[in-house]
Structure formats: structure tokens, C-alpha cells
């Protein structure tokens, strides 16, 4: 019952925050639309900004990663790497409205609220970072900063989702996002796979 009510607070919380933002959804709002006293809120999240940690830990790319990377250890890297492309834009189109209000509102966030945001993209980036090294020590892959590689990795294709979203540009059809995923994929491996003379 405990976690039922906690996860109806976590999945309201996410629906205000996409809609309003962080700074304009009110606890007050969340606690009556997830049906629950603000008191009760508080007893789950004693702050808002606690409210916002956990609805961005729950509800980010990090577990899903954490789910991905245990699945595909022992699949071909192409195959690990798409597995992984695939699902970050398949979480992205999901938290789109959230993606969009934040990009908005970063500049007018408390700094605590600032590094909540960053630390989740540093711990995503650690953990994609722990995998390649993991690949680098197999003799997979080349000698190549593994924290840099995620970030680059990651970075294209929220580059990819931004632009396609976002901006709306006409050549960015949705048929051909598989195959948008399969071509970034292949140029990151081309540029880090060991290579045998």
C-alpha cells in the first residue's frame, strides 16, 4: 500500500513537472491529484526538491540503463550499442514535455535543483563509461577515454532527438529513425572498435 501510494505521487509529480515545470507545480497540486493529504506527500518526500530528485532518478535513462547493460553483456557490441540507442530515444519521446520545459527553465533553477539534473546525466555517463571500459579490458575496444566516448555517445542521439522534436525539421522522418540509429551506431563503432593488424 506504502509503495502503491508513493508511486502514484512519483507518477503525478512527473505528469505537474512536464506540465508546469519545476518551478510552477506546487506540492499542494501533486498531493491532490495523486488524491493524497500534502501531509502524506511530505511524509514520502519531506521537500519538493526531494520530490523532483526522486521523480528524475525514477524516471531517467539511469535504471533503464542499468536494466540494459545487464541484459546485452554478452551480445555483439553493434547489437548492445543499437539496443541502447533504441531505448535512450524510446525514453526521451516519452519525457519529451519534461525535456522541453526543463531546457526552458534550467537557467532559472535553485543550484540544488541545477545539480540534481546534472549529477543523474554524470551518473548515466559513468555508468555507459563502465561498460566500454569493461569492452576496453576484453580487448574489444581500442584505448580511448571511456567517459568521453559515453558522453559522445549519448550526446548524438539526444542531438538527434532534440533536432527531430524540437525543430521539426521536415527531413526528420520517423521512418527513418532505425535506420538514422543504425548509421550514428556504426560511425561510434568505426571509431572505437580495436582494430587487428
Not at 507518477?11 to 513537472?17: G, Q, V
Amino acid at each position: 500500500m506504502a509503495q502503491d501510494t508513493r508511486r502514484k505521487i512519483l507518477e503525478t509529480a512527473l505528469k505537474l513537472f512536464s506540465q508546469k515545470g519545476y518551478l510552477g507545480a506546487t506540492t499542494k497540486e501533486i498531493a491532490s491529484l495523486a488524491g493524497v493529504a500534502e501531509i502524506t506527500l511530505f511524509r514520502y518526500f519531506p521537500s519538493k526538491e526531494v520530490l523532483f530528485e526522486e521523480v528524475i532518478n525514477n524516471f531517467s535513462f539511469y535504471p533503464k540503463l542499468k536494466e540494459i547493460l545487464n541484459e546485452i553483456k554478452d551480445k555483439p557490441y553493434r547489437e548492445a550499442l543499437i539496443t541502447i540507442a533504441s531505448e535512450f530515444l524510446i525514453l526521451l519521446k516519452s519525457k519529451k514535455e519534461l525535456i522541453k520545459i526543463m531546457q526552458c527553465e534550467m537557467e532559472r533553477y535553485p543550484d540544488k535543483i541545477q545539480k540534481i539534473h546534472d549529477t543523474i546525466i554524470y551518473n548515466t555517463t559513468q555508468l555507459l563509461s563502465s561498460y566500454f571500459k569493461s569492452l576496453q579490458e576484453k580487448g574489444v575496444l581500442r584505448n580511448f577515454d571511456s567517459e568521453s566516448g559515453a558522453m559522445a555517445f549519448l550526446g548524438m542521439f539526444f542531438s538527434y532527438f532534440y533536432v527531430k522534436e524540437f525543430k521539426k525539421l521536415s527531413y526528420y522522418r520517423e521512418e527513418e529513425t532505425k535506420k538514422v540509429i543504425e548509421e550514428f551506431v556504426d560511425i561510434f563503432i568505426n571509431g572505437t572498435l580495436q582494430i587487428y593488424k
